[in-house]
């Protein structure tokens, strides 16, 4: 089992940046990949970005490419999101995932693919 906790939510006005923190812990030993979803008030939970633990591979969502950056700190067993040119359509709770399973017949994008799941953080744009 791993315990993830996000950080870094919070209001911004349209055209903003803020980045976004999750920190493992627990069994991090066997972390194979970290994502960050994305979910809206009335909507289905989104795919935002994806890190491959081993690779370095990184993926994300057409919404936010050139945008979004996704990074980790091997170290702190933690991956980062950082959001530029935030849009009022940004606006969702955000929600860091991780897989520990060594086969998945699922992509990156989801959700099915990932075994534990932060409590999200909520991200507000203004326009």
């Known amino acids: 089992q791993v315990q993830l906790v996000e950080s870094g939510g919070g209001v911004v006005q349209a055209g903003g940046s803020l980045t976004l923190s999750c920190a493992a812990s627990?069994?991090?030993?066997?972390?194979?990949?970290m994502a960050w979803f994305r979910q809206a008030p009335g909507s289905e939970r989104e795919f935002v970005a994806a890190h491959d633990w081993f690779t370095g591979s990184t993926y994300y969502a057409d919404s936010v490419k050139g945008r979004f950056t996704i990074s980790r700190d091997n170290a702190k067993n933690a991956v980062y999101l950082q959001m530029n040119t935030l849009k009022p359509e940004d606006t969702a709770v955000y929600s860091c995932?991780?897989?520990?399973?060594?086969?998945?017949?699922?992509?990156?994008?989801?959700?099915?693919?990932?075994?534990?799941w932060g409590q999200g953080t909520q991200v507000t744009v203004s326009s």
């Open positions: 995932a991780v897989q520990v399973s060594s086969y998945t017949s699922y992509g990156y994008r989801y959700p099915e693919r990932y075994n534990n």
């Open positions: 627990g069994r991090t030993f066997n972390m194979y990949a």
